[in-house]
């Protein structure tokens, strides 16, 4: 799987857009950006995942820039329950593992 | 969310003893994982299993063995806890295999498990 780098933390305030973004310049064309995010002493929720194309669901929205280096994830209106950690993770068609790194830690404030 | 229990929710344990701990799903879903979770490890693969009695190995497997008798429960047993094996445990499912490249995990809360 294509190596991912993110900040390892972010602020936002509460109300504002958060944009996380997440390198992934060795990406191939099988492999899918997925985004997942921890909130404290819970396990891991999906949010939203893609391979080439913009997706916006009723969590958030990823952009996939053309060359699909690099993506971002966009909470449009974020709050304080929003606050956690957030993992890009990039995964080959036929992987049978999802693996997590060190994720962005966002911490949205009032 | 997903239909995860995940039991017990906390465990202190002795170096030496055996410890199992249980995954419950109410999803019906065929795949189930089981993951640890340390500090500057992230999260890693212990064992998964792709169907009743199915199962394999994940990236972290020695010293875990696996069960799964039954669709909605999938055991993951220590066999000998050793003081390595203090981390936080989570089990995830998923409807599609992993691999398929279109699949989601769901989590459940997690266990944390001490061995002293």
């Known amino acids: 799987?294509?190596?991912?780098?993110?900040?390892?933390?972010?602020?936002?305030?509460e109300g504002r857009a958060a944009n996380l973004p997440c390198?992934?310049?060795?990406?191939?064309?099988?492999e899918y950006v997925y985004w997942y995010r921890q909130?404290?002493?819970?396990?891991?929720?999906?949010?939203?995942?893609?391979?080439?194309?913009?997706?916006?669901?009723?969590?958030?929205?990823?952009?996939?820039?053309?060359d699909r280096k690099s993506s971002t994830l966009i909470l449009p209106h974020a709050t304080l329950r929003d606050t956690a950690v957030y993992?890009?993770?990039?995964?080959?068609?036929?992987?049978?593992?999802?693996?997590?790194g060190a994720g962005t830690r966002l911490t949205v404030k009032p | 969310d997903a239909g995860i229990t995940q039991s017990p929710r906390h465990k202190v344990t002795e170096t030496g003893t055996p410890v199992t701990l249980r995954c419950h799903q109410t999803e019906n879903h065929r795949y189930m994982y089981w993951y640890r979770q340390?500090?500057?490890?992230g999260l890693r693969?212990?064992?998964?299993?792709?169907?009743?009695?199915?199962?394999?190995?994940?990236?972290?497997?020695?010293?875990?063995?696996?069960?799964?008798?039954?669709?909605?429960?999938?055991?993951l047993t220590l066999e000998s806890a050793t003081s390595s094996q203090t981390s936080v445990y989570f089990c995830a499912i998923s409807e599609s295999r992993l691999g398929q490249g279109d699949e989601k995990l769901f989590?459940?809360?997690?266990?944390?498990l001490s061995v002293l």
């Open chain 1, 23 to 30: 390198n992934h310049s060795t990406i191939s064309g099988n």
């Open chain 2, 45 to 75: 693969l212990i064992h998964y299993s792709y169907g009743v009695k199915d199962t394999d190995k994940g990236e972290v497997s020695d010293g875990y063995s696996v069960s799964r008798s039954k669709t909605e429960d999938f055991l």
């Open chain 1, 87 to 100: 993992y890009c993770i990039v995964r080959r068609y036929n992987n049978n593992d999802m693996r997590f």
């Open chain 2, 38 to 41: 340390d500090p500057g490890h």
């Open chain 1, 39 to 66: 909130i404290h002493s819970q396990g891991p929720q999906y949010i939203i995942h893609g391979l080439k194309n913009n997706e916006t669901n009723e969590m958030a929205s990823l952009i996939i820039t053309e």
């Open chain 2, 107 to 112: 989590f459940g809360s997690g266990t944390q």
């Open chain 1, 1 to 13: 799987d294509a190596k991912t780098t993110q900040p390892t933390s972010m602020d936002c305030a």
